[in-house]
């Protein structure tokens, strides 16, 4: 069982940057590919971000060159580092640790991207 914590959440005004993290209990996040997903109302959960077991990462393509994903295995904490942020970045951000067949998500953190 893993127990995710997002934080890091908020308004922010268009092209300003927020960081996110996941802290993760119960299991060492090395052994998992941990996400950054977001679900905007009305719309279908995206992948924002991805870091695999091995350290490779992936984006999705609206997020690409703005934001970045790290990790500190030490800390049990992943990071979504979002730069250059567009009112069209405003959604609930779900973090999540994937262990086929094991999946599970955090509460979620709120990020608005508003003037």
């Known amino acids: 069982q893993v127990q995710l914590v997002e934080s890091g959440g908020g308004l922010v005004q268009p092209g300003g940057s927020l960081r996110l993290s996941c802290v993760a209990s119960?299991?060492?996040?090395?052994?998992?590919?941990m996400g950054w997903y977001r679900q905007a109302p009305g719309k279908q959960r995206e992948l924002v971000a991805r870091?695999?077991?091995?350290?490779?990462?992936n984006y999705g393509d609206s997020v690409k060159g703005r934001f970045t994903i790290s990790r500190d295995i030490a800390k049990s904490t992943v990071y979504l580092q979002m730069n250059s942020l567009k009112p069209e970045d405003t959604a609930v951000y779900y973090c999540?640790?994937?262990?086929?067949?094991?999946?599970?998500w955090g509460q979620g953190t709120q990020v608005t991207v508003s003037s």
């Open positions: 999540n640790a994937d262990r086929t067949p094991y999946l599970y």
């Open positions: 119960g299991s060492s996040i090395s052994n998992y590919a």
């Open positions: 870091i695999l077991s091995f350290g490779g990462t």
